[in-house]
């Protein structure tokens, strides 16, 4: 069972960096306001990730921890319309299996806060304000054959820092925190969504790009696209997001990249960031235990609706 649950560890636990997006989705479904990251060594020797979100009760928690426990959807139907970012329950559990895992919270309304042990099942008081602590320490200990795979930290932590990005790009009501090996690497206040794109992308981003905001029927695209002749190509600097969940998918990028056709040169890549919102029974989030593929039920009609919302946005005069 060990052997099975490592294995399966694998497709949801790459690198630190899954992790981290792992644990700071779990903290946007708890509905925190604030999400603060710590990471050592590139996360390979500590991730810790901290909110202020509703809490685990303490006879829950041991059931957080359970493979293909989920509190977030109650049958096969909820998946239709899932509103969160996470729903299989596979997370937490992956991640205890392939390192040492703590999790530390109190719910709201509770006088307490409790500390799980992931190895060892032990749970005892401990202290802290309402919200929830997941520790994960010594990833892939057990697993050497992955932990030779990982980069140097730097990388590890580039990647970390990337997954906090693409959250903190969908969210701008959140403030979050990336501290690595004791330094404060980022922080980005809760703000506006403009203001969250200048802090994550930079002020020149924001100047040297236009507002994307179109409907089709029910589906809608808003966002940022980054205008050619000034946007500094950046080759990872395409975001796209499905309902408030980032993904990477060739229907959005396509789409998105068509729209550019005659005012990109040579091999330049656009920059932009962009939001489609859909009816969520017309998008299947579930094809991946990463989550960051998507299928649509009509992908003509999304790749219509981006192309056709970035070209406006381009051709639209500059204010
Ligand atoms: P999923 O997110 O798919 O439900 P996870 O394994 O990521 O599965 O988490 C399991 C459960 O643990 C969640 O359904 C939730 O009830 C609880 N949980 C995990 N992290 C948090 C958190 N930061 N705050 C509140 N509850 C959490
Ligand atoms: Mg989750």
């Not at 937490?92 to 307490?112: C, N, W």
């Not at 993904?247 to 489609?276: C, F, I, N």
Request: net charge neutral; glycine share 8%; hydrophobic share 45%.
């Amino acid at each position: 069972d060990e052997l099975v649950s490592q294995i399966a560890a694998g497709e949801v636990v790459e690198r630190p960096a899954s992790v981290v997006r792992e644990l700071v989705d779990n903290a946007l479904d708890a509905g925190a306001s604030q999400v603060t990251v710590r990471l050592q060594a590139g996360g390979v020797r500590l991730i810790s990730v901290e909110d202020d979100g509703a809490g685990i009760a303490r006879e829950e928690l041991p059931l957080a921890l359970k493979r293909h426990a989920t509190s977030k959807i109650g049958s096969l139907a909820d998946l239709e319309s899932v509103g969160t970012m996470g729903f299989r329950g596979e997370a937490l559990a992956a991640i205890a299996s392939v390192s040492d895992l703590g999790v530390v919270s109190r719910a709201h309304g509770q006088p307490a806060a409790w500390l799980l042990d992931a190895s060892s099942g032990e749970l005892r008081p401990a202290a802290r304000a309402t919200g929830t602590t997941v520790e994960v320490k010594e990833l892939f200990f057990s697993t050497p054959a992955r932990r030779k795979f990982l980069k140097t930290d730097a990388t590890e932590f580039a990647h970390c820092l990337e997954a906090v990005r693409r959250h903190a790009l969908a969210r701008p009501d959140v403030g979050f925190a990336v501290w690595h090996d004791g330094r404060l690497s980022e922080q980005w206040r809760a703000g506006s969504a403009e203001q969250r794109l200048a802090d994550v992308l930079g002020e020149d981003f924001l100047a040297q790009s236009v507002a994307v905001e179109y409907s089709a029927g029910p589906l809608r695209v808003r966002g940022r696209a980054g205008i050619p002749d000034a946007a500094r190509a950046r080759a990872d600097w395409q975001y796209a997001y499905v309902n408030g969940r980032c993904v990477r998918d060739k229907v959005l990028t396509h789409a998105a990249r068509s729209a550019y056709e005659d005012l990109l040169h040579g091999h330049r890549q656009p920059v932009y960031v962009l939001h489609v919102e859909i009816d969520p029974a017309r998008v299947d989030v579930n094809v991946h235990p990463t989550k960051i593929e998507v299928r649509f039920r009509d992908s003509r009609e999304v790749h219509q609706a981006v192309r056709h919302a970035v070209e406006y946005a381009l051709a639209a005069p500059r204010s």
